[in-house]
Structure formats: C-alpha cells, structure tokens
C-alpha cells in the first residue's frame, strides 16, 4: 500500500511538471544581419532611418511561432533621408535628447511578446508589451516568418510613451510644425 501511494505521487509530480514545462525552441537573432527601419511623419513631409538591435529571440514550438523577445539600443538611432551636410546631426541629436526617446535616460527599449496567434501558413498575430523611456504599453502586429527570416510591420503611438514633442494633441496652434503621434517601424530579421 505505502508503495502503490509512493508510486501515485511520484506519478502525479512527473505529470505536474510535465504540464508547466514550456515547449519550445529558442532561436538568437542575427543582430548584425536583421534591421529595424523607422518612419516618422510630420505635416511638412517625414524623415527615416534605422536603430539597431542589442539582442532578440524568437521562441519556436515545432514549426509554430510561439514567443519572442527584443531589446534595441536606442543611442543607436540614425536619419538615412538627410545628408550630413543637412542637418542629419542635429535631427539626431533631437531625437536622443530628452523632447524625444531620451537616450542617455533610458538607453534600451525592448518588445516582449504575450501572445503569438496563428493567421495563416507563415502568418502570426503578435500582442506585445513595449517598453520605451520605461513606460510599457501594449502594441498587436503581424510578423510572417520563412525559413530563418521574419518581417513585422509595426505602428507606435509615441505619445503613450511620453513622447509629446510638437503633437498636435498637447501642443495647440503649432501648425505645420506638428508632427505625427504615429510612426511606423519595419523589422527583418534573421536567425
């Protein structure tokens, strides 16, 4: 009898812990060989660059997409539309400085996903948690992935991070001035 319940328990833990363990393969994004491009718009026309990633993987159950997470080296960011004879610099500048992503503060952003849905073959809705200037929100997005590459597409709110410079919504009567609350990154990565 003291066996038979031994045996029971040990039989009831194994299964336990079977039922908490995460399946999944965790694959390391290629840094050096995945890019993250931005889009800012304002009422005069829009600026682009890049940032680079610090670190990211994607979490892998079978052939299914199943987690993720990022984090981007904010001091890192660069304008590509303007020369440097132009001004590049200072756009810089502005946007590691404080009116912005406030750099020298809060060096790292990072996206964590909370929830992956498949869309279709390749397809997967993503809900995430953001986090920039340590203020987190969450952000949805589709990511495709083929093979050992992805691609998102993403829409950030600026102003839910704190980032209010020349918003038409907390800054009246600035007219062509404004810029956009919404900008628009796009992800490919490689892992």
Excluded: C
């Amino acid at each position: 009898m003291k066996n038979s319940v031994k045996i029971l328990g040990l039989a009831l833990v194994s299964l336990l812990a079977f039922s908490f363990t995460v399946v999944g393969t965790k694959k390391e994004v290629k840094v050096s060989k995945s890019s993250v491009v931005w889009k800012g718009y304002k009422v005069a026309g829009s600026h682009t660059g890049t940032i680079a990633l610090k670190s990211g993987s994607l979490t892998f159950n079978e052939d299914q997409l199943s987690g993720g997470t990022f984090t981007v080296n904010m001091s890192s960011i660069n304008v590509t539309d303007i020369s440097s004879d132009k001004g590049k610099g200072k756009l810089e500048g502005h946007l590691k400085s404080a009116d912005f992503f406030d750099v020298e503060k809060f060096p790292e952003a990072t996206l964590v996903f909370t929830n992956v849905t498949p869309k279709g073959k390749n397809s997967f809705t993503v809900t995430a948690n953001m986090t920039i200037k340590g203020k987190t929100n969450p952000v949805t997005f589709d990511i495709s992935v083929y093979g050992n590459k992805a691609t998102a597409s993403l829409k950030i709110d600026r102003t839910g991070f704190g980032v209010k410079y020349a918003s038409k919504n907390f800054f009246k009567g600035i007219a062509d001035k404004a810029i956009y609350d919404e900008f628009d990154l796009v992800v490919d990565l490689e892992f």
